[in-house]
C-alpha cells in the first residue's frame, strides 16, 4: 500500500538510552517531516528534509538528529533519551512545493 | 503566541445536524489543510486550500486568504464524523506546517 511507514508503533525507553525512529514512503515525494504531538500543545515540527541530502531544524529540535538516507527514508534519533520526549511522533511526506501531506501512522514513545 | 487558533474547542452535536469549525491564522501561508485525528490514530489530511472552496462528500472547506480564515464544515452530521479536526496552515518555504490546537467534535447518535 502506497503511504508513510513507520516503526516501531510502540516503545518504552529507559533515561538516557537511544534509539531510531524509521519512516519511509513510497510515494516518491520529495519533502519529508517529523512531527511530535503532545497533549495541550498540538503537533510542532522537530526536522524536516526539502529533499534528499538537505535537513533542516524546526521549532522543537533539541535532543534529536536526522537523516536522510535517501528519498524514501527519513530516521530520528534520540542519542539520550529524556522524559520529556515521551510524545507521539509522526512522519510526514509531501511533493515540492504547496501540496497535500500524508502522514504516518505514528510511534508512541515512552521514556522512563 | 498563538499564530493559528481555533473555534470551538469542542462540539457535540446531535447526528444530522450542520457543524461548523473555525480557523484563524497571522502566519502568511501559501495553503492551508484541514486533518483528522480519530481517538488513538494517525492523522488524515482532509483537505489543503489555497482559495475559495472545497468540497468532498459531506464535508466543505472554505478560506478567505485576504482575511486570513477558514472554515470546515460537515453536512447530515454522523457519529463516525467524532474526531480531532485540526487546521494546519502551510509555508511555501518547505511546505512546513502549523498546527492549531483541534477541535474535537462528538457526535451522539
Known amino acids: 500500500n502506497a503511504g508513510v511507514t513507520q516503526t516501531p508503533k510502540f516503545q518504552v525507553l529507559k533515561t538516557g538510552q537511544s534509539m531510531t525512529l524509521q519512516c519511509a514512503q513510497d510515494m516518491n515525494h520529495n519533502s519529508m517531516y517529523w512531527y511530535r504531538q503532545d497533549p495541550g500543545m498540538g503537533l510542532r515540527l522537530i526536522y524536516y528534509?526539502?529533499?534528499?541530502?538537505?535537513?533542516d531544524k524546526g521549532e522543537v529540535p533539541n535532543g534529536y538528529n536526522v537523516s536522510r538516507l535517501n528519498k524514501r527514508e527519513f530516521s530520528l534519533r534520540l542519542e539520550s533519551a529524556a522524559p520529556s520526549q515521551t510524545s507521539v511522533y509522526f512522519c510526514a511526506s509531501s511533493s515540492t512545493g504547496v501540496y497535500g501531506y500524508t502522514f504516518g501512522s505514528g510511534t508512541r514513545l515512552t521514556v522512563v | 503566541k498563538n499564530e493559528v487558533e481555533q473555534s470551538p474547542q469542542n462540539l457535540t452535536a446531535q447526528e444530522g445536524e450542520f457543524i461548523t469549525i473555525n480557523c484563524s491564522y497571522s502566519v502568511g501561508i501559501s495553503a492551508l489543510h484541514w486533518l483528522q485525528q480519530h481517538p488513538g490514530g494517525g492523522i488524515v489530511s482532509l483537505f489543503m486550500?489555497?482559495?475559495g472552496k472545497k468540497k468532498h462528500g459531506r464535508l466543505i472547506a472554505t478560506i478567505n486568504i485576504q482575511e486570513k480564515h477558514s472554515s470546515l464544515h460537515i453536512t447530515a452530521s454522523h457519529p463516525r464524523d467524532s474526531a480531532v479536526y485540526i487546521c494546519?496552515?502551510?509555508?511555501?518555504?518547505?511546505?512546513?506546517?502549523?498546527f492549531g490546537g483541534g477541535t474535537r467534535v462528538l457526535v451522539k447518535p
Open positions: 528534509s526539502a529533499s534528499e541530502g538537505t535537513t
Open positions: 486550500l489555497s482559495s
Open positions: 494546519a496552515p502551510g509555508m511555501a518555504a518547505g511546505n512546513k506546517l502549523t
